[in-house]
């Protein structure tokens, strides 16, 4: 076993047993939506969670996220909390943790009453700032409302999840002005979308 897959195996294992605790909160008797976002990618991560994977990192975002927005929030801060000091940079892309930045600033907010914005990595920073990134998180486009508008019942909630990925990931930095002059609203949408991710 190389060096890199030390690390991937540590990783996990220190993240096994807070996925282990969320699932544990809940029984069979579960709605489906809930069987689906949360149990389903729980048992996954269980089994497998590298953080050089997309497919991985995405899951876990995705699942933390979810707890989030089912009320779980101490459970989906333990999860932002269990990625700090890992390398997430991927040749061609940078995909799921840095939302998980984002997550973490609002829940530490909303529950401990705690400032963690000084606390964004530097190599975040730059990833935050890449034009790619600053391009996605225009305003208002970054509350997506034209295509959820459009958008059939299939496809609603990956598409509210996404914009909330945006919205809280990238916009709870407070890296960007066009964002933090317009967060009433953003913060209104993000509430709303929420909302509809628990009812439908």
């Known amino acids: 076993m190389n060096t890199l897959q030390q690390e991937i195996t540590f990783f996990h294992e220190n993240l096994k047993p807070a996925i282990a605790k969320v699932l544990a909160q809940y029984d069979r008797k579960v709605p489906q939506k809930v069987y689906q976002s949360i149990i389903v990618p729980g048992r996954q991560l269980m089994q497998k969670c590298s953080f050089k994977s997309l497919s991985d990192a995405d899951k876990l975002c995705s699942f933390a996220y979810w707890l989030y927005i089912y009320g779980q929030k101490e459970f989906a801060l333990e999860i932002c909390e269990h990625t700090h000091g890992i390398d997430f940079v991927y ?44 391009k996605e998180v225009r305003y208002p486009q970054i509350l997506r409302e034209e295509r959820i508008a459009v958008c059939d019942e299939k496809l609603l909630a990956s598409e509210l999840l996404w914009s909330l990925r945006n919205m809280i990931g990238k916009g709870e930095t407070g ?25 439908n």
Not at 183 to 195: A, D, L, P, V
């Open 91 to 134: 040749e061609y892309f940078w995909f799921g943790y840095p939302e998980l930045c984002g997550l973490e600033i609002r829940i530490a907010r909303e529950l401990l009453g705690e400032n963690r914005r000084n606390n964004i990595p530097p190599d975040l920073i730059e990833f935050f700032f890449s034009k790619s990134v600053k």
């Open 175 to 199: 890296l960007y002005s066009e964002l933090n002059k317009n967060w009433r609203k953003i913060e209104e949408t993000i509430c709303i979308y929420i909302e509809l991710l628990q009812t």
